[in-house]
């Protein structure tokens, strides 16, 4: 009868073991020392080799030349631990076991000594579906197990044990295989099999299995049974719904041209008619495409031959000419957007249309301007050589001081908006935004040697003490006497005229703010309608 490959290449012994060094390593000295646990934890994505293992930590146990880190694999129980017939190595698939009953059955189970080997062995599979009750039911026999007994708990989900089991095990994290690694077992499998296969089929085999050894064998059985002795790239990627580089690299090259010419959109619109003619599906390549970004940017970031991206020499060759239309901030954009598409897709009811909106809107992304370049260009919009530190300065003109009527004591409206204005604008350069607030909402006198502060009771604190004292020294550029009276707020001035002076006597010291002032240049045609505190409206 036929044995699939993941199962008849299964290692046998650590010696055959791919990968997780740190396992091995200190299994083995475990063993040579004497000191193996009574517990084990095994957890790491699937087909890593946990359970795999497990069943060679149970040989090295009973071997008839043990316990020893290399099993001779001939006696009998190795023999039948390899072939899953061994009466003392017992597999529990916790999926289908789950229960309390069962795990009291294997409590009892545990209190008898082994029918021929040295240990009793209880691997159990799935372990994090085994529910609370039945853990704690197990709890006292996996504290305080009979000398002959271990116990090797293999899971994918390791943060579901309950912390009263994981504290009474050794813990051991699989890691994915490395890409190379996984290759090379798969290139001496294909000669042990006689199997032609070039080093592009290979990669595309291990890209499959997702860092899962049994799932790249698995995809490696398929591919045989489809192909035959010879396999062919682009026949394999079919196969497994894969899509080539060079499928991928359409829609970047469309992207790389959206800005200089107006034909992207179609490009990404046939893309998607290709898919849907032959029947290609638009979640997996809507996967696909974020990997495809993914590696891009890794490439951009690390160069080629990075061990971040699996792919061939040959297939990271290509990204990397790839990267080299874009920079770091447009791969970003593109992975944030085509993960955010592929999520879209997984309850999307019509997923073409999604695919096509989300390609298009990659295009249209590539256009915009980043905000960085927008926000530069704010900071030399305005006119005139400004000195670093200084007030930006504007195009508006300052309002011409008006004749004063009968209060000859009181400065002239304009010229006291004038000061207004100035005071918190210095105070928004200097990073005082609670000083400039509450100068926002008061009313300013200034005379010869006193300047008198006329403001609300709640912004009273804020215009008191040696910081804004020096504060409004250092904006006036003199020494004053301050005064701060309580008193109505000061009531918002309608928006500067088109000659930029402004609307009325005691303009609203925001729109004097050096930042507000550079975005009405940049939009020119843009009015302010009105000015509202956050504080006030409970933001």
């Known amino acids: ?87 003392d190595v017992i597999e529990i698939d916790a999926a ?115 860092g899962s050894v049994r799932d790249s064998l698995s995809a490696l059985d398929q591919a045989i049974a489809c192909c035959g002795a010879k396999l062919n790239a682009s026949e394999v990627r079919e196969l497994l719904g894969m899509f080539s580089i060079q499928s991928l690299d359409r829609v970047a090259q469309a992207l790389a041209a959206g800005n200089a010419s107006n034909d992207a959109a179609k490009r ?29 940017l890794v490439v951009k970031i690390s160069g080629a031959g990075t061990k971040l991206v699996a792919a061939s020499p040959a297939e990271q060759e290509k990204l990397a000419v790839t990267a080299g239309l874009f920079s770091e901030e447009d791969l ?89 204005a100035h005071l918190h604008a210095a105070l928004m350069e200097a990073k005082q935004s609670n000083l400039a607030d509450a100068i926002a909402h008061s009313k300013v006198t200034e005379s010869a040697h006193e300047v008198v502060f006329t403001t609300p009771k709640m912004y009273q604190m804020y215009l008191k003490g040696p910081a804004f004292e020096s504060a409004v020294q250092r904006a006036l550029g003199r020494t004053v006497r301050i005064s701060v009276k309580i008193g109505e707020a000061a009531a918002a001035a309608p928006a500067a005229t088109e000659n930029g002076t402004p609307g009325g006597p005691a303009e609203h010291p925001a729109l004097q703010n050096p930042e507000v002032r550079r975005f009405q240049e940049m939009f020119p045609d843009s009015q302010v309608r009105t000015v509202r505190n956050l504080r006030e409206n409970g933001s």
């Open 96 to 210: 289908s076991n789950r229960g309390i009953n069962e795990m009291r059955e294997l409590r009892e189970n545990v209190r008898f000594r082994p029918a021929r080997s040295r240990y009793k062995v209880f691997i159990v599979d799935e372990a994090h579906q085994i529910t609370s009750e039945a853990f704690n039911a197990l709890l006292k026999t996996l504290e305080e197990p009979p000398e002959w007994v271990v116990f090797i708990l293999c899971t994918t989900e390791a943060h579901k044990i309950p912390t009263t089991i994981s504290s009474r095990c050794q813990q051991f994290s699989f890691r994915s295989v490395d890409f190379a690694e996984l290759v090379s077992r798969m290139e001496w499998i294909a000669k042990e099999e006689g199997i032609e296969a070039d080093a592009e089929v290979l990669s595309v085999l291990a890209q499959a299995g997702e």
């Open 1 to 87: 009868m036929y044995q699939v490959i993941a199962r008849k290449y299964r290692p046998q012994s650590f010696a055959e073991l791919i990968s997780q060094e740190h396992v091995k390593t200190t299994l083995e000295n475990a063993i040579a020392q004497g000191r193996i646990a009574h517990g084990y934890i095994f957890s790491g994505q699937r087909g890593t080799g946990k359970t795999t293992v497990a069943r060679i930590l149970a040989r090295c146990l009973n071997c008839e030349q043990g316990p020893t880190a290399k099993p001779c694999g001939v006696c009998s129980s190795c023999v039948e631990i390899g072939g899953g017939s061994a009466l």
């Open 268 to 296: 990404m619109l046939d893309v998607v008619a290709d898919l849907e003619a032959n029947g290609r599906s638009l979640q997996h390549f809507a996967r696909e495409l974020a990997r495809f970004f993914r590696n891009l």
């Open 332 to 420: 970003t954009r593109d992975l944030k957007l085509s993960l955010d598409l592929f999520r879209d897709l997984q309850s999307s009811l019509q997923p073409r249309l999604h695919l096509e909106m989300g390609l298009i809107r990659l295009v249209h992304a590539g256009r915009l301007q980043p905000i960085e370049e927008a926000l530069a260009a704010l900071g030399g919009a305005s006119t005139g050589g400004a000195s670093k530190g200084g007030p930006a300065p504007t195009t508006s003109k300052p309002a011409s001081p008006t004749k004063p009527t009968g209060r000859s004591a009181a400065p002239p409206a304009a010229a006291e908006g004038t000061l207004h």
